[in-house]
Structures are given as C-alpha cells and as structure tokens.
C-alpha cells in the first residue's frame, strides 16, 4: 500500500491549485488521483459545442498564473490549453494517476491516516487529503418516464459525443441554463430542427466580449498591465454583490431592466418573449451572458417548448409534450445539470468513529470556511458548501481556500501532533453566520427554485457576500477554533 503526505482527489484548477501552493512550500510527497483517463477537469471534459467562460479571462485565471488570451471570454479549446499549461509548468502529470476513481475513503484513527480505497489502484493512504472534485463534475439527468426507451442517441451536455453528425438531425436540448445557451446557438444552423424544452427561463444579459489583438496579447504579457486589467474586472464584478445583497432597486435598475430590453431588442414575437421572460428577481438563478441565444429562438427550426408544453414523457421515437404532441427525434441532449449541493462529494466518506458525512450532512451540507468539517481530520474540501461565487471568478475563491488549507498544514506540522479537525462549535457558529446572511440575498428572496439549493431548501452553493469578505476570513487563520491530537 502506498502512503503519501497529502492526496488530492482531482485534477482541475482546484487540485492544481492546491498541488502548487504544496510544492511552493516545499511539500513534494503528494499524489493527485483523477479518475477520468486525462487530467485537467472541467475545461478538458466539457467539450461542447459553443463551451466557453462566462467570467472575463484575465480574472478567471490563476492569479500568479498570467496568460495572453485572444479573447475576452475564453472558449473551451483555449482554457483548455491554459490548464494543460499550468499543468506542464509545475510538472502535474508526473504527480498525477489517472484512470483512477475512488471508491470510498475512511479515516484509520490508530494511524492517523486517510485510506482511500480506488476502483483500479487498491488502497492508498494519506495523512492529509483534499477533495478537489468539484461541485459541478456528476451529472444529473432526472428520471423522465420511459426516458431508457427511447431508441435514438442520448448523451449529456458533459459528455458530448463528437461523432455523432447533428446535419439535418431532429435534436431536443433538454434544458435551457448555462451550457444550454451556449449550445444552442452554436448547432441550431446545424440541424434539421431543434426542441429546446426549458423547464423555466432564465434572465439573459449581453455578453461583453472582444477579441485581442496582436497589440493587446502582446500587453497581456505584461505583469503589471495583466494585474492592473484583472483588478479592474474583479472590483466592476464585485459591486454586484450590493444588487444581490444590499439594493434590489440596484438589481432591477441595472440589470433587470437591462435584461429586459435585451430581450426587446432581439426577439420581435410576442409569445416567444413571454416565454424566456422570467417571473423572478434576477441573479436567483445564474444568470446568462449571451448575444446568440435570443436569436437562435427566432430561427424557424427551432421550437422553445415552456412549462406549458413541457415534456410528459419519453418514448421509443422522441418526446411526447403535455399538451400531447408527438415529437419524433433523433437526438436527446440532456443539458440538465449537476449535483451540486447535496452531491458535493460522490463518493462515500468515513471519519472519526465511523462516522459518515452522508449522515452529518444529512439536513444540508455544511463547512467551515467550506473547507473543513467536525469529526473529519485533516480532510479539506475544495469549493465545498457554500464557496460559490455567482458574480466573479471561482479560481478567486479556490485561491482563497488555499490560504486556509495551507496555514492549517502548516500549523498541525508546527504541533508536532498528527491530526487537525475544526471544532464542532467554531463550524456551528460559522454555519448559522452563513445562513443568517443569505437571508438578506437573492438566492433567498428572488422568488426562484435553483440549483444553489439543496433539497433542504438552503442555499448551499452560494457566499452571501463579497468573495474579499470570504478571503480575508479563509487567510485568518484561528487556531482556537481547531483541535490537535
């Protein structure tokens, strides 16, 4: 059985980050453990048609990481070669095993150690390990009836099959968030006709983009001009915050109203706007950036299906709507999502006395910092409950987490001792802290049902406040609120 100092179950930006801040501290005996056949996460796996960020690129990036990006918003092929160069630099694939999924992991209290048990490599133990899988890497397709009898091609949007010819196809998209808006577009002149069956709208705003010239690419190169740049992204997206919080008369004047025009602007029929015009607040749901969504509704082989005609069911030959009609397809896309509030970690977790997080988490899941949780030593969960950020970079966040991680490493080296665990009153406390704020926000009070909400009904995806509060709290570290032993 191999041991490693720390292993890192992930190999996105939130293990690349924190394998690197582990070698800048001169920890080299790590191992980062991916269960898919390449490294990279989310912009390596999500291929699909028109992928792209939604959050400008010099800030979505590691900070001490620049990159001459050729756009504003990056598509999926160029984040994917930002991730395989980060990777390359601080030399990942030679710390890294692919290929290998974990099973379960559970605490060893004699030994102190962290037994990670993985589906092709046996059992790995570690004295520290961080979970860096990511709230948005399962898949969730619901349980439509008949939806397995259906005899055409099926895949979901995370999973797109590139082989498969969409010329002329008869193609549904199921959904209508994020990744929707952006396939859409991008394979509606394509097609022979596409159904989009949209469970409800959400608000759309026009997508700031540009292309950068040489000139430009050339000035992304430079340190201080790329700083300067992503400081200035960070502070324009951070004043959201004061809509989603503070000021709903900002959220309606600035950006509901904006969005409203929007839709104006692009989609002359009347039925059709009534249909993506949503009847909650906006920022409740994710809110879209997208010049080419609208358009795409407007062409005559596309059909928007609303909740009106919604889907009653799957068949052999496509879809049948609510209101009856039959809707024969070659294709079903399922844009539908992930699991990411109760399925923060897929798989099964064990700590001190066997307890499962399952269990603790059985109300909703809950962290301090939504890193840590009590019972569970020296376990540190990467973009865990309630670090979302709705309005600016998750790479932010993900940097911020690495402060507290890193500091807590270091302090139970300092000890001398074995193990490091939050005490269960410092997490209640920070718990309550979290959600007597998000009370204030929109996630609570926009009139919406979303994917930030656990089963609960508590927002677990989201800080209710700005990613600088966040921060400056993750880099506190507090040695009262933990326990040594």
Request: glycine letters at 8%; proline letters at 5%.
């Amino acid at each position: 059985m191999n041991t490693h100092h720390v292993v890192i179950i992930g190999s996105g930006f939130g293990g690349q980050c924190a394998a690197i801040n582990l070698i800048k501290r001169g920890i080299d005996d790590f191992l980062i453990l991916e269960r898919r056949d390449f490294m990279g996460g989310t912009w390596c796996q999500n291929s699909y048609p028109g992928a792209a960020v939604d959050v400008q690129s010099p800030l979505y990036s590691i900070s001490h990481e620049p990159y001459d990006w050729s756009q504003m918003f990056a598509e999926q092929a160029e984040l994917q070669q930002y991730t395989n160069h980060v990777i390359n630099k601080y030399g990942l694939r030679a710390k890294t095993q692919t290929n290998c999924n974990v099973v379960s992991v559970n605490w060893d209290e004699a030994q102190s150690l962290w037994m990670i048990e993985t589906a092709q490599q046996g059992t790995i133990a570690a004295r520290i390990l961080i979970n860096a899988s990511g709230p948005l890497s399962t898949p969730v397709i619901p349980n439509f009836p008949g939806r397995d009898t259906f005899k055409g091609t099926t895949f979901h949007t995370n999973n797109w099959d590139h082989s498969i010819d969409l010329s002329g196809k008869r193609v549904a998209i199921i959904g209508s968030g994020a990744s929707a808006a952006q396939v859409i577009p991008a394979i509606a002149p394509k097609v022979g006709h596409l159904h989009v069956f949209q469970r409800s709208p959400h608000w759309v705003l026009p997508r700031p983009d540009k292309t950068f010239n040489r000139f430009e690419r050339a000035l992304l190169r430079i340190k201080p001009i790329y700083k300067a740049l992503r400081a200035g992204i960070y502070w324009a997206l951070e004043s959201r915050v004061v809509g989603f919080k503070y000021s709903k008369a900002m959220l309606y004047f600035v950006a509901q109203r904006s969005a409203l025009k929007h839709i104006e602007r692009q989609i002359p029929d009347p039925e059709l706007r009534r249909k993506v015009t949503p009847d909650f607040t906006i920022g409740c749901k994710r809110i879209i950036l997208s010049n080419t969504l609208y358009p795409a509704y407007c062409r005559p082989n596309v059909t928007l299906h609303d909740k009106n005609d919604g889907i009653g069911s799957i068949n052999e030959t496509g879809i049948q709507t609510r209101s009856g009609e039959q809707v024969d397809l070659d294709l079903i896309v399922y844009s539908t999502g992930y699991d990411a509030t109760d399925g923060v970690i897929s798989y099964p977790v064990k700590g001190q006395g066997g307890k499962a997080l399952a269990d603790v988490w059985k109300e909703f899941p809950r962290a301090y910092l939504g890193t840590t949780v009590p019972s569970f030593p020296n376990l540190f969960i990467v973009t865990g409950p309630n670090t979302g950020i709705g309005h600016t970079s998750a790479i932010f966040v993900i940097e911020a987490q690495m402060n507290y991680i890193m500091k807590s490493i270091e302090a139970l080296r300092k000890s001398g001792k074995k193990a490091i665990a939050v005490k269960p009153e410092a997490e209640a406390d920070y718990t309550q802290m979290i959600h007597s704020e998000m009370n204030k926000t929109v996630w609570k009070t926009g009139g919406c049902n979303s994917w930030y909400q656990s089963k609960s009904g508590h927002v677990i995806a989201m800080f209710p406040g700005f990613s600088f509060t966040y921060r400056m709290m993750a880099k506190r570290f507090k040695p009262q609120h933990h326990t040594f032993s």
